[in-house]
Nanobody, 123 residues
């Protein structure tokens, strides 16, 4: 199993900034893609941004120009720098990691999620 632990959520005023972080832990794993998703009350979980181990990134339209995703492959961490936050960004933000786990002769894919961290944008 690969465990993901998020940190950095909280309450921020409109126009403010927050930085979310996520750390992966476990044994015998390699992460291919890490990402951030969010779920607002009454809505489905949606993509915010993903980053491949090659550092190629993908952003949802609403995140482009305001959010920046980054990762440290050696430390198995991913961060999301959020700027110009709007009330519509209020949601629980989840970290996600996809990769392979296990010994070389018995590798399998995994798809892990963190427990989520609340981001509230309000005056």
């Amino acid at each position: 199993q690969v465990q993901l632990v998020e940190s950095g959520g909280g309450l921020v005023q409109p126009g403010g900034s927050l930085r979310l972080s996520c750390a992966a832990s476990g044994r015998d794993f390699e992460i291919s893609t890490m990402g951030w998703y969010r779920q607002a009350p009454g809505k489905q979980r949606e993509l915010v941004a993903t980053i491949h181990e090659s550092k190629d990134t993908n952003y949802a339209d609403r995140a482009k120009g305001r959010f920046t995703i980054s990762r440290d492959n050696d430390e198995n961490t991913v961060s999301l720098q959020m700027r110009s936050l709007e009330p519509e960004d209020t949601a629980v933000y989840y970290c996600n990691a996809v990769g392979v786990i296990g010994p070389l002769y018995a590798r399998r894919w995994f798809d892990s999620w963190g427990q989520g961290t609340q981001v509230t944008v309000s005056a």
